[in-house]
């Protein structure tokens, strides 16, 4: 059973980077997209992106100039930064795998979540 | 973006009740619609993809149809674990897209 876990500061400043990094135990990180998704105060739900193990990226057009992910396959992690952070970045970020059900990819390991603040 | 709009938003509930939340998609989606289970302080769980296909480990009293733009998800027997909120997301179009949620409550 794979696990996913999230760590990286959980404070950061306005106009700052946000940085984050997903650490994959119990599986191989290798074949796989893994996306970065969070979740706001309100309890809405926005995919940010994913990294395929190879490197190949998908972005959230409204976040996308914003966003950089990336993938250390000899760690088995994978990484997001997301620069020019405001208060509406503040929320909980979940790492997760796209899982490989042939033409379907839905998201089937989650880690725990990261709350992320954003404040001076 | 692909909007998906999910009803009802409380959905008020009893241990086994048969209780079904709706999404619909703002266009046709074909069958990639999927569906989560949160409960506080967790992760999302998935329960189902590609609209009616069960994920392993979830239990069979959770079912899921539809196609194209309108979908639904089926608890037969509501048992106490349950009360939770259930999202739907639909992974046909970049950006994947999440409704906001229905939270199942104890009437």
């Known amino acids: 059973q794979v696990q996913l876990q999230e760590s990286g500061p959980g404070l950061v400043k306005p106009s700052e980077t946000l940085s984050l990094t997903c650490t994959v135990s119990g599986g191989s990180i290798s074949n796989y997209y893994w996306s970065w998704i969070r979740q706001s105060a309100n309890k809405q739900l926005e995919w940010i992106g994913r990294i395929f193990s190879s490197g190949n990226t998908n972005y959230n057009p409204s976040l996308k100039s914003r966003v950089t992910m990336s993938v250390d396959t000899s760690k088995n992690q994978f990484s997001l930064k997301m620069n020019s952070v405001t208060a509406a970045d503040t929320a909980v970020y979940y790492c997760a795998r796209d899982g490989d059900f042939g033409d379907y990819d839905p998201f089937d390991s989650w880690g725990q979540g990261t709350l992320v603040t954003v404040s001076s | 973006d692909i909007q998906l709009t999910q009803s009802p938003s409380s959905l008020p509930a009893s241990v086994g009740d048969r209780v079904t939340i709706t999404c619909r998609a703002s266009?046709?989606?074909?069958?990639?619609l999927n569906w989560y289970q949160q409960r506080p302080g967790k992760a999302p769980k998935l329960l189902l993809y590609?609209?009616?296909r069960l994920q392993s480990g979830v239990p069979s009293r959770f079912s899921g149809s539809g196609s194209g733009t309108d979908f639904t998800l089926t608890i037969s027997g509501l048992q106490p674990e349950d009360f939770a909120t259930y999202y739907c997301?639909?992974?046909?179009?970049?950006?994947?897209?999440f409704g906001r949620g229905t939270k199942v409550e104890i009437k």
């Open positions: 266009q046709s989606i074909y069958n990639y």
């Open positions: 997301q639909q992974s046909f179009n970049n950006p994947w897209t």
């Open positions: 590609a609209a009616s």
